[in-house]
Every structure is written in structure tokens, then in C-alpha cells.
């Protein structure tokens, strides 16, 4: 896939610079390309073009007239958070306000007055990335997606979700990590098939008695006097049910014991439930003594707590007309 059938999106308030950069894109050979002069109309752009599965590749320039580079960067992340931003500044790549946003995920960076071959590198290097992608089949927008659902999870569950190869995702979010788009929370031991490996496995309780799955949580007492243990409803009005007297002081004539569990049909009470594991790949049952345990890293996502507001659909945007010079879109 060539990057160049890829959006564009420009959000850059000097109005020079963005003719000379959409005039070096489309040398290059890209024709879908927006132009936004400040930073809401290009937050409403970019939602736009994400719910319809067209992320984009941003052009960020770093002044602008309502909002700070920084906190537009926070928001085009909370909304596709594999999007590839270049930010253009005169400020040097070493200066601590550039490096911050390198530290954000910025994926580039353009030294303003702005050059041909400067631009072409960059996008040479996106390309490269693609490519490499691609070779290895991921869909790098489908895997950030389900692990944004997710919220937290495993390498090996978040591989077989999207049925990848562990090892061949894990070099993918060490890449999303390192643009602090993920963050590594531990590692964990989960539950494996014992026939075909896979983390993805229903538990199934029932009575270790019978085996039926029809029991209930209830709290017993046990009267000491006469040694009766029954559930607490049959002690009606603080009354034993089997010597009639009256329990007074917990401790002395009673004890209560909580989170016991009585089977409907064999009435059997027991305190832990017996667990059995069904593999929803394979169908395999099998119990914890069988399991296989399979231990893997466990990755976050950064901007968990950002939610995308809906993107309404009369959203202020047109796609430029490579047969004209620039078209603005303005709030």
C-alpha cells in the first residue's frame, strides 16, 4: 500500500506554509488533502475523517491560535491513537517544548523554513514503517481498538483476539510504548487449555458433591446447644428451628458463617464451589489441575480516560481540489 492514497491533514494557522507544503504533497503524489488554520476545526476534521476509518496523516504546526500543539496532540491521540503526527516549528529538535511532544508519540518532526527533501524524508519513513507492517500482517488500527475496549490486557489474549502471533505483535506494541501511546502494566499467569494453549476459557462452577450447576450462596448458623447449622432465614424470630430456644449472644450460643453455598438438588452445603474450564477455541473441558499456565506482559492504554465525542455529521471540511492551489477550512 502506498501511503500516498492516504488523507492529509494540515493544521497550520500561517497560511505560506500551507501552500508550500500542499504544493510539495501533491509533487508527491497525494491528492486527498485538508487544511485546517486552527485547532478546532481540525480536532472536528480529524473525528470526522477517524469514524470513517480515514485516519490521516497530521501535519501539526506548532503555534496556533486556540489551543497549544501539546494539548491538540492529546486529543488526536484519545481519538486514533496510532495516527502519525509530524509537528513543523522553528524551534530546534533538541528544545525541551519539542522533545515533550516527542515524549506524547509525535511520530516526526519538520524544521520550518520547510524543504522538499525534508518533507519527502519523512514521509519516506512512514512508508517504510507501513511496509514493514504489512509484512507481518498487522492491522495496527484494529489491534489499538480492541485493546482501548479492553482497557487492560495480556499479549497472548490481545493476539488471539486478533489472530496474531505473540511474537509478532509484541514487536508492534513495543513500538506504540515507546510513543506513549501503551504503557507495560506487569506480567501475568492465566489459565491456558491444556490441548491447545489458548487463554481464552470459560469457568464453570458446580456442587462438589453431585456436580450440578444449581446451587446457591447463603449464610448458615450454627446453634451450639444442639449443634444445629441451618440457614439463617429458618431461625425465625431469632428462634432455633430444631430446640426452639432462643440464640442471644453471637459467640457464646451461636456462630454465624457467611458465603456458604447449598446445592438445590442434592442440598449438599460446601464453602468452595468445584471449577472446571471449557475452552472456547477448542471446546476442551478440563480442570485447574490440568490447566496449562501461560505467562505474558500486560500492556494499558495510555488514554484510557478520554472518551471521543461524536463526530457530528455536518463537520466544517472539504478535501482540497488538486485542481486548485489551497482550499481553508476556517471556524
Known amino acids: 500500500m502506498s501511503i500516498t492514497d492516504s488523507n492529509v491533514l494540515i493544521i497550520e494557522h500561517s497560511i505560506p506554509v500551507n501552500l508550500l507544503l500542499t504544493q510539495y504533497l501533491k509533487r508527491m503524489g497525494f491528492s486527498k488533502i485538508l487544511v485546517c488554520e486552527n485547532a478546532e476545526s481540525g480536532i472536528k476534521t480529524f473525528e470526522g475523517l477517524a469514524l470513517e476509518k480515514r485516519d490521516p496523516i497530521v501535519f501539526l504546526g506548532y503555534h496556533l491560535p486556540d489551543n497549544t500543539a501539546a494539548g491538540l496532540i492529546s486529543k488526536l491521540f484519545a481519538i486514533a491513537p496510532d495516527v502519525k503526527i509530524i509537528i513543523e516549528t522553528s524551534l530546534d529538535r533538541k528544545d525541551p517544548k519539542i522533545r515533550q511532544l516527542f515524549s506524547m508519540g509525535v511520530f516526526h518532526y519538520l524544521q520550518k523554513p520547510l524543504r522538499l527533501s525534508s518533507v519527502n524524508h519523512v514521509l519516506e519513513t512512514i512508508q517504510k514503517e507501513v511496509d514493514e507492517f504489512n509484512n507481518i500482517g498487522i492491522d495496527g488500527r484494529r489491534v489499538l481498538e480492541i485493546l482501548r475496549s479492553l482497557k487492560k490486557t495480556s499479549v497472548v489474549r490481545l493476539a488471539e483476539y486478533c489472530n496474531y502471533d505473540p511474537k509478532s505483535l509484541l514487536p508492534f506494541l513495543r513500538r506504540q510504548q515507546e510513543k506513549s501511546v501503551i504503557y507495560e502494566v506487569s506480567k501475568i499467569r492465566e489459565i491456558g487449555c491444556r490441548d491447545c494453549n489458548s487463554v481464552n ?4 462452577f458446580s456442587c462438589d458433591s453431585c456436580g450440578g450447576q444449581n446451587f446457591r450462596r447463603d449464610t448458615l448458623i450454627e446453634h451450639y446447644d444442639c449443634g444445629n447449622i441451618s440457614t439463617h432465614d429458618t431461625y425465625d424470630n431469632e428462634q432455633c428451628p430444631k430446640c426452639n430456644k432462643r440464640i442471644k449472644i453471637i459467640g457464646g450460643d451461636y ?12 442440598d449438599q452445603r460446601f464453602q468452595t464451589p468445584h471449577q472446571n474450564f471449557i475452552c472456547s477455541k477448542c471446546g476442551s473441558k478440563f480442570s485447574l489441575d490440568e490447566a496449562n499456565w501461560i505467562e505474558s506482559k500486560v500492556f494499558c492504554f495510555t488514554n484510557n480516560q478520554n472518551e471521543t465525542k461524536p463526530f457530528e455529521e455536518q463537520s466544517e471540511f472539504s478535501e482540497i481540489d488538486t485542481s486548485e492551489d489551497l482550499t481553508i477550512i476556517q471556524k
Not at 201 to 204: C, G, H, L, V, W
Not at 255 to 266: L, S
Request: contains cysteine; hydrophobic residues 40%; proline residues 0%.
Open 255 to 266: 456462630r454465624v458463617m457467611n458465603d456458604f453455598y447449598i446445592c438445590n438438588e442434592c
Open 201 to 204: 476459557n470459560i469457568s464453570i
